[in-house]
């Protein structure tokens, strides 16, 4: 039973105060419910509205990839700088300490290697699985235009009814093929149908024109890296996405394959989250790496 209340002080309702309703600080995720927002608002900074993700989830397909033969070694130190880390729930059960800060986005479709159709993807972890891991989203590869689009466009469509049902949210990755061409108009048609099909963000690769990728795209875009490029054309490219209405990165390459990954981590947080041009954020990687 509640404890009477003694307090002598009198009660203050604030009757001149009205209750404030604020729209949710993110691109087209004003209709979710609260733990959905709540999750979004782990991996995007709801200062800067943005988010710098670190993606290591490339062995899935390829096994050990340069610069994550040890994840453990090379990965972990850069936990405290990422907003998010990207990684499949293997490693994350195997490698990530659990007293870890940051929001998990797991990567939960899968199949084929490199060496089969990358498109004949299934989805690969159950939605249970993922909340048991207490993860902040789940991302799944589309491959439009590809052999296997219907496939994939429906692994995605599954897990984001099954993420409506808890408050997860999908991050829908648009996969591009050999033989498609990356270019906006491609672009724009695969980040569009991934948010018209329920995707609550959208991961892509960074084209000329992006400006009308990122228009036409009615949840955030955050942009992969792709291969590796040396670091000032790396942060130029993390720029351009963001003078050009990305939401962010979500880089993998770019960052761990570089000679100081602790200070090009650095470097592209001046840029998504302060600002900051591309001569001061590569000076800031040049400084830090000595
Ligand atoms: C690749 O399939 C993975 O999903 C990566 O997460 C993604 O490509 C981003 O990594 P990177 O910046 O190395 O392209």
């Known amino acids: 039973m509640a404890e009477q209340d003694f307090s002598k002080k009198e009660k203050e309702y604030h009757l001149d105060v009205p209750q404030t309703c604020e729209a949710f600080f993110l691109k087209g995720s004003n209709s979710y419910d609260w733990g959905m927002k709540n999750r979004l608002a782990r991996i995007f900074n709801p200062r800067s509205g943005k988010t710098v993700m670190l993606a290591f989830d490339?062995?899935?397909?390829?096994?050990?990839?340069?610069?994550?033969?040890?994840?453990?070694?090379?990965?972990?130190?850069?936990?405290?700088y990422a907003d998010a880390l990207m990684l499949t729930r293997g490693t994350l059960r195997s490698l990530i300490d659990p007293s870890v800060a940051n929001p998990i986005v797991m990567r939960a479709s899968g199949g084929p290697s490199i060496l089969k159709e990358l498109s004949d993807e299934r989805i690969a972890v159950d939605m249970e699985d993922a909340l048991r891991m207490n993860v902040s989203?789940?991302?799944?590869?589309?491959?439009?235009?590809?052999?296997?689009?219907?496939?994939?466009?429906?692994?995605?469509?599954?897990?984001?009814?099954?993420?409506?049902?808890?408050?997860?949210?999908?991050?829908?990755?648009?996969?591009?093929?050999?033989?498609?061409?990356r270019d906006a108009r491609y672009i724009?048609?695969?980040?569009?149908?991934?948010?018209?099909?329920?995707?609550?963000?959208?991961?892509?690769?960074?084209?000329?024109?992006?400006?009308?990728?990122?228009?036409?795209?009615?949840?955030?875009?955050?942009?992969?890296?792709?291969?590796?490029?040396?670091?000032?054309?790396?942060?130029?490219?993390?720029?351009d996405a963001i003078d050009q209405g990305a939401s962010g990165v979500d880089m993998g390459r770019n960052i761990f394959q570089s000679d100081s990954p602790v200070a090009m981590i650095g470097a592209v947080r001046k840029v998504v989250h302060e600002n900051c041009?591309?001569?001061?954020?590569?000076?800031?990687?040049?400084?830090?790496?000595?």
């Open 58 to 80: 490339h062995g899935y397909f390829q096994g050990p990839t340069t610069g994550l033969e040890r994840i453990d070694v090379t990965i972990r130190p850069l936990a405290p």
């Open 137 to 181: 989203a789940v991302a799944v590869q589309v491959f439009i235009g590809g052999a296997n689009e219907t496939q994939t466009v429906h692994n995605m469509t599954r897990l984001v009814d099954m993420g409506m049902r808890y408050g997860m949210p999908v991050l829908g990755v648009t996969a591009v093929g050999k033989e498609l061409t």
């Open 188 to 239: 724009s048609l695969a980040t569009r149908m991934l948010a018209e099909l329920g995707a609550s963000f959208v991961k892509t690769y960074f084209v000329p024109d992006f400006e009308q990728v990122t228009a036409a795209c009615p949840v955030p875009i955050v942009i992969a890296g792709g291969k590796k490029l040396p670091e000032r054309e790396a942060l130029q490219m993390a720029r």
């Open 277 to 290: 041009g591309v001569k001061e954020a590569y000076e800031y990687y040049l400084d830090t790496k000595k």
